[in-house]
């Protein structure tokens, strides 16, 4: 089983429509990160969490929010999708004693 | 504010040797992330480096100058596997996230 796994991992929806990513982890990690991938724009950090109680905004946080709701668990919301949203969306976890991040295989989304 | 460039396009040929290089401008370094990354997946760790010099790790090496805000990705003995993007990442300021490059596309023939 992959250790970090994020659902749905491709959706189309239309603008104006809320919608959240969800992102799960089975590595123990406290850490953990969401960011967006656009052709020619590289990785760009959305939010991150260091554990439960603890929110961050990243470079390009605006239309977003999240929820972490437990340790393994931390969900992407878009209140009202817009078409420039259309991305991939990765999840990432990393330990607290080691730099390397852990990817899920991403969320490809389109708004319509 | 932080700042990074590298190439956005490289070909070579199977069983060569290429350098990929990564340039940052960094408010306060933490450290230099390579990532390899398939199309259409997730991006896989590759280094790490946060001192100067060269960290080899089989056929893919890593090297930093922090004085020049330079680094390096060296493959050799290339595969038509190796055919990916590779992300360049620092850590941010505070040393809580990754800002990455936008990424080298390589393409490996044959």
């Known amino acids: 089983d992959a250790d970090v796994t994020q659902t749905p991992r491709n959706r189309i929806t239309k603008t104006g429509k809320r919608i959240m990513l969800e992102c799960s982890q089975t590595?123990?990690?406290?850490?953990m990160y969401w960011y967006r991938q656009d052709p020619g724009l590289g990785l760009r950090l959305i939010y991150y969490s260091f554990d439960v109680k603890d929110i961050n905004k990243g470079e390009i946080s605006d239309g977003y929010s999240v929820s972490r709701q437990a340790q393994a668990k931390f969900s992407l919301s878009l209140e009202s999708a817009i078409p420039n949203q259309t991305a991939l969306y990765f999840c990432?976890?990393?330990?607290?004693?080691?730099?390397?991040?852990?990817f899920g295989p991403g969320t490809r989304l389109t708004v319509l | 504010g932080q700042n990074i460039d590298q190439p956005t396009e490289m070909t070579a040929t199977e069983g060569a040797i290429v350098q990929i290089n990564c340039t940052y401008q960094?408010?306060?370094?933490?450290?230099l992330f390579w990532y390899q990354q398939h199309a259409g997946e997730a991006p896989t760790f590759l280094s790490y480096n946060v001192l100067d010099g060269l960290e080899e790790k089989g056929r893919f090496s890593s090297f930093l100058s922090r004085s020049k805000g330079y680094s390096y990705l060296l493959l050799k003995e290339l595969q038509m596997k190796d055919s990916a993007s590779y992300l360049c990442?620092?850590?941010?300021?505070?040393?809580?996230?990754?800002?990455f490059g936008k990424g080298t596309t390589l393409s490996v023939s044959s």
């Open positions: 960094t408010s306060g370094f933490n450290g």
């Open positions: 990442a620092v850590k941010n300021q505070a040393g809580t996230a990754l800002i």
């Open positions: 990432a976890t990393r330990p607290d004693d080691y730099n390397e991040q852990f």
């Open positions: 590595k123990g990690h406290d850490r």
